[in-house]
């Protein structure tokens, strides 16, 4: 049910986009700081929605569909806004181009299959991907003006989500391209035509 504590959780996810674009816009060190917040927030809950539906054994399928779909809307949101805002530093847009493609093969991938009837099951590496990739955004939301508000100014907070972010894109290769290989493997392996049946029927005497 939609209205199921996990289901909540996933659409919190949703909710907190457009208080994260208000915040993003404001171009202030305490709107950086309640982005960088509200994006934490939100992306914590993409761990306790799972963890609590296994729990309560309220796996759901309206849950499973859009678990993944608040996953990368959050996640768009908050690329379009440090790209677009010029707050990307150095050559971080290239692994921000690499997570955004990536995100639209997997969705494409998980749909096609989704006709087959067949699942794409999130693998550990690509958790550890999920991990350093909203480590990265948070960090680079809160920027260097949500450094000095919490006073972290000694800390080279620019660089270190730069850094983030580009072992986010590195895995988003490898965790891409293994998805992609099982996509092709489980379509062969569908479209295969089953083996003709070889035995024929028994004469009829007359």
Known sequence: M????PNLLTLSRIAAIPLLVLLVALRTPLGDVGACLVFSLAAITDYF?????RQRQSISGF???LDPIADKLLVAAALMLLAGLGRLPGLSLYPAILIMLREILVSGLREYLAELRIGLPVTRLAKWKTGFQMGALGTLLAGETGAAVLHLSFLPVALIG????WTAAALTLVTGWDYLLAGIRNAETTASPKPADRRTEPAIRP
């Open 2 to 5: 939609p209205t199921d504590l």
């Open 49 to 53: 929605d799972g963890k609590i539906a």
């Open 63 to 65: 849950g499973r569909m």
């Open 162 to 165: 730069e850094a983030m972010l």
